[in-house]
């Protein structure tokens, strides 16, 4: 393949594909050309018919629906994340989301896995302590991650821009956004227990599966590449 591998990926993994797809290009001479969005509507384009070489999902039912319709010839899980908290209150991670004069912004459920991972916090609070979860869904406001939520500036990390805009008081999105975050001191992060967390799953979908694309996944894969994932506050291929 000359031209660059047309790469669609989950827009949380644009802090650490940057630095990692640029790393790939000098060591293997690979150009690849990317494009970041939430990775339920990048899936739809690739449905659609738009050219991709490979797809790095924040989920793996995209990859795996994929699969399924003989889209994708792989798939591989290549990282984990969970979720956690940003805010400029006060608190521990259930007394800011039990205080209902706190406005809670999440991400889109069906667009972008962030928001179904975040339903699905609500569905294990709500199994945890009846009318703890169901409370939590009827206030979140959808504000990134859709066909028509705002538009996050470019060089912005959407958590703290939300804040400082006044549009959440709390918002719930990935938990590795907490390195990127900790050099900023008006912004907190606030960590969720592992027992009451979601574990996130990524995935690669191979969907052109030539000898360029293939040595970008043995990349991604292997220690060079999963460490600049863990740089960025992932957690690792292994990690289940």
Same mark, same amino acid.
């Given at each position: 393949m000359t031209s660059p591998l047309p790469l669609l990926a989950a827009g949380s993994l644009r802090l650490a594909f940057t630095p990692l797809l640029n790393h790939f290009?000098? +060591?293997?001479?690979?150009?690849?050309?990317?494009?970041?969005?939430?990775?339920?509507l990048l899936r739809e384009r690739i449905e659609a018919g738009e050219p991709c070489a490979l797809f790095a999902s924040a989920n793996r039912e995209h990859p795996q629906r994929l699969l399924a319709q003989g889209k994708a010839a792989t798939a591989h899980t290549f990282c984990w994340n969970q979720l956690s908290l940003t805010t400029q209150k006060n608190g521990d991670w259930l007394e800011l989301l039990s205080n209902p004069l706190?406005?809670?912004?999440?991400?889109t459920p069906g667009c972008d896995p962030s928001g179904d991972y975040t339903w699905a916090l609500f569905d294990k609070l709500e199994q945890l302590q009846q009318g703890r979860g169901e409370p939590l869904r009827s206030r979140a406001i959808q504000l990134v991650g859709g066909r028509d939520t705002v538009t996050i500036p470019a060089g912005e990390l959407a958590s703290a821009?939300?804040?400082?805009?006044?549009?959440?008081?709390?918002?719930?999105?990935?938990?590795?956004?907490?390195?990127?975050?900790?050099?900023?001191?008006?912004?907190?992060? +606030?960590?969720?227990p592992p027992?009451?967390?979601?574990?996130?799953?990524?995935?690669?979908?191979?969907?052109?599966?030539?000898?360029? +694309?293939?040595?970008?996944?043995? &990349?991604?894969?292997?220690?060079?590449?999963?460490? &600049?994932l863990a740089a960025a506050g992932f957690l690792p291929a292994t990690f289940q």
């Open positions: 290009t000098q +060591v293997t001479g690979i150009e690849v050309a990317v494009q970041y969005g939430p990775a339920g706190l406005r809670i912004g999440t991400s821009w939300i804040l400082r805009q006044d549009l959440a008081d709390v918002f719930i999105g990935y938990a590795h956004y907490g390195k990127a975050l900790s050099g900023q001191p008006d912004i907190r992060s +606030v960590a969720i027992e009451h967390n979601i574990q996130c799953e990524y995935q690669l979908a191979v969907l052109d599966d030539c000898q360029e +694309v293939i040595a970008l996944v043995e &990349f991604i894969l292997a220690s060079e590449g999963q460490a &600049f």
